[in-house]
């Protein structure tokens, strides 16, 4: 007999009784296939979402599932979003005052660790409903948020509020698609067969990269580095009249800064990732976690191929001195957006600049002068007189030199390589996971005992 559990036991069974973290992370597994998948068959078939022809070879692990797809619940996927990004309470912020401390920009802490503690990642979302992106939001209660029974339904809150829907059915990408004159050139990889197939949820970390660039305000204030241009001889990027002791001393060039922001904003991604694997382990859902596949064809800067998500994409700028920097996609106004000069939100370096002050020192900033102060207004981590000091502290602030010289660099680029930054599109969305119901009748067919684990084989039971 079922028994129909109602909300509150899923998330209270989440948080309370499912396996520890040693115990997860011993069983996790990528396990790639779910109700409703094929592998290996021999047999055409016409995608279910977009109807294209697919064809792979019989191989060894040839497989139909006999079994209907079952997506996902709302728990389910509210419980892995959280697990990916969400709110878990406000940050310690324990960095000293006279060690960088105004890097930060908000105290709104997630389940993951970022630079600068940035909001530069969200979730891309994709079901049978269609696409999403899941961004939650910045305020907090208190330094954790979910700290027992009481708290559990803000996790289906910060789902339904947070959820912005940005199609209205799955994007036409599939395992089939391939670009004119390569017809074996796969553009979502090999290995993505059952890619985008109904009842599976997949989860994409979508990154402004750009966004972290504010990190140069700390770069120039604090580390006194300064961009050089390697493609000119090495000659300073614009900041030539701010070179010199106690401004900036230290040469860079512009590729490896660079790629320093975009490492860095790379490394919240994979912990993204790796909480939704782990989440999924906990609830006994399968996933297989990929980077396999061709994230600008996703997101639309190849309608030929594919409309994928739509996004706003620019004219690929000829002038950028490296091939990855020439396609420039910006996302959708008012719900993802990236960050690069010049472009429909920042088409000056000066508003770009302006931003970036306005954000941390305007009207609701974490160090704005005002009654509208961010840490005052959110319950910061210290006690209020340390609070109040910290707000006042006169080191919170950069150096008035500082946004002379970034708005000069930032300049400098635009006019040498038609924009800023140089070297890459910021707007990346290359690595995810699925997420399905597994059809344990493929791993028992074929595979040792071992694969499987109980909370799979239960998976119905306990959690529907």
């Not at 948020?145 to 829907?165: F, N, P, S, T």
């Not at 694997?277 to 064809?297: I, K, Q, S, Y």
């Not at 109040?388 to 680029?413: F, G, K, Q, S, T």
Request: hydrophobic share 40%.
């Amino acid at each position: 007999m079922t028994t129909v559990r109602s909300e509150q036991e899923i998330l209270k069974k989440a948080f309370e009784g499912t396996s520890p973290i040693f115990r997860l992370l011993a069983t996790v597994r990528s396990r790639r296939v779910g109700l409703g998948y094929r592998l290996d068959l021999g047999e055409e078939e016409k995608h279910p979402v977009t109807g294209r022809t697919m064809f792979q070879e019989r191989g060894p692990l040839a497989f139909k599932s006999a079994k209907e797809p079952v997506p996902l619940t709302e728990v389910e996927e509210a419980l892995l979003c959280w697990a990916a990004c969400g709110p878990n309470g406000v940050v310690a912020w324990d960095i000293a005052v006279h060690g960088g401390f105004h890097e930060l920009t908000w105290l709104a802490g997630r389940t993951v660790p970022s630079p600068g503690n940035s909001m530069a990642t969200d979730l891309l979302v994709i079901n049978d409903r269609g696409a999403f992106i899941y961004k939650p939001g910045l305020e907090r209660s208190k330094p954790v948020e979910i700290e027992g029974e009481a708290d559990y339904g803000k996790i289906l809150k910060w789902y339904r509020e947070g959820m912005v829907q940005i199609l209205d059915q799955r994007p036409d990408i599939d395992w089939a698609m391939r670009m004119p004159g390569a017809p074996h050139a796969t553009l979502m990889g090999p290995y993505q067969y059952n890619i985008n197939r109904p009842g599976s949820t997949w989860i994409i970390p979508i990154s402004d990269v750009g966004w972290l660039n504010s990190a140069l305000i700390n770069l120039f204030d604090w580390w006194h580095y300064y961009p050089i241009d390697e493609w000119k001889g090495g000659r300073p990027a614009g900041v030539d009249k701010w070179i010199g002791e106690g401004m900036l001393e230290m040469p860079m060039p512009i590729s490896a800064s660079e790629q320093l922001i975009f490492q860095v904003e790379m490394y919240p991604v994979g912990c993204m990732v790796q909480n939704i694997r782990l989440a999924a382990e906990a609830m006994g859902l399968g996933t297989w976690v990929f980077c396999g596949f061709n994230p600008d064809v996703l997101m639309g800067a190849f309608p030929d191929v594919a409309r994928g998500l739509g996004f706003h994409v620019e004219a690929p700028n000829a002038r950028a001195p490296l091939a990855t920097g020439q396609l420039k996609i910006f996302g959708i106004e008012g719900v993802k957006e990236a960050t690069y000069v010049p472009s429909p939100r920042f088409p000056t370096a000066e508003k770009l600049v302006d931003h970036w002050f306005e954000e941390k020192y305007g009207k609701g900033g974490v160090f704005s002068e005002g009654d509208d102060n961010y840490i005052r207004r959110v319950n910061a981590p210290w006690k209020r007189a340390t609070a109040e000091e910290i707000i006042r502290h006169p080191r919170n602030r950069p150096a008035e030199w500082v946004r002379d010289a970034l708005i000069a660099y930032i300049n400098y680029c635009v006019e040498n390589y038609g924009q800023w930054p140089v070297t890459y599109n910021p707007m990346q969305a290359h690595f995810g996971a699925t997420v399905h119901h597994v059809d344990v009748d493929f791993y028992d067919q074929y595979y040792v005992p071992g694969y499987i684990t109980d909370a799979i084989r239960r998976h119905f039971e306990e959690w529907h």
